[in-house]
Antibody, heavy 121, light 111 residues
Framework: EVQLVESGGTLVQPGRSLRLSCAASGFIFNDYVMNWVRQVPGKGLEWVSAISWNSGRIGYADSVKGRFTISRDNAKNSVYLQMTSLRAEDTAIYYC??????????????WGQGTLVTVSS | QSVLTQPPSVSGAPGQRVTISCTGSSSNFGTGYDVHWYQQLPGTAPKLLIYGNSNRPSGVPDRFSGSKSGTSASLAITGLQAEDEADYYCQSYDFSLSGSVFGGGTKLTVL
């Protein structure tokens, strides 16, 4: 059974940094692209970032480019999102989502339960 | 503004058929990238509903169907049931943005 478990969400002050983690199980982790998708409570979904199986291809939404860094550790079956210079508008539930293949052009076949990041003073 | 455009809300009575539209552009649907649909029940994570324009993952009832033509796509739900009340999102890949994009979401209300 595929499982994605996010952690690291918390209340953080504007301008500070935070690292989210996603632990994966139930599939061959290093065969797939992994993504982060966020959702402001009560609002729509926004793709944040993606990383290929070997970290050779990485993409970011314009809204986080230069502030967020995605990484993965295939030995630990984990993907991370390092968030810096956090802003109030980064407040959201952050979901880890598995890409359906290694291309990064497709869909997200499994999602975690999400972790809430609140940016506020 | 979302890259993919969906109506904010649709509604229908139990047993009826509803459709949700998703309009893209030349940099996503028009380039040939597929559309995918997700269902998000209240308080839960999104769940894949339709992939590759019209394919259903195992376990998704055949009441749900999808289609895509040119720069438009749609999700149809027939035999509407109370448990279908949820938010629905379309998603694709955008060549000019070099990333995935979502529609703004459509709230389905079962009357």
């Amino acid at each position: 059974e595929v499982q994605l478990v996010e952690s690291g969400g918390t209340l953080v002050q504007p301008g500070r940094s935070l690292r989210l983690s996603c632990a994966a199980s139930g599939f061959i982790f290093n065969d797939y692209v992994m993504n982060w998708v966020r959702q402001v409570p009560g609002k729509g979904l926004e793709w944040v970032s993606a990383i290929s199986w070997n970290s050779g291809r990485i993409g970011y939404a314009d809204s986080v480019k230069g502030r967020f860094t995605i990484s993965r550790d295939n030995a630990k079956n984990s993907v991370y999102l390092q968030m810096t210079s956090l802003r109030a508008e980064d407040t959201a539930i952050y979901y880890c989502a598995k890409g359906h293949d290694s291309s990064g052009y497709g869909y997200f076949d499994y999602w975690g339960q999400g972790t809430l990041v609140t940016v506020s003073s | 503004q979302s890259v993919l455009t969906q109506p904010p809300s649709v509604s229908g009575a139990p047993g009826q058929r509803v459709t949700i539209s998703c309009t893209g552009s030349s940099s996503n649907f028009g380039t040939g990238y597929d559309v995918h649909w997700y269902q998000q029940l209240p308080g839960t994570a999104p769940k894949l509903l339709i992939y590759g324009n019209s394919n259903r993952p195992s376990g998704v009832p055949d009441r749900f169907s999808g289609s895509k033509s040119g720069t438009s796509a749609s999700l149809a739900i027939t035999g509407l049931q109370a448990e279908d009340e949820a938010d629905y999102y379309c998603q694709s890949y955008d060549f000019s943005l070099s990333g995935s994009v979502f529609g703004g979401g459509t709230k389905l209300t079962v009357l």
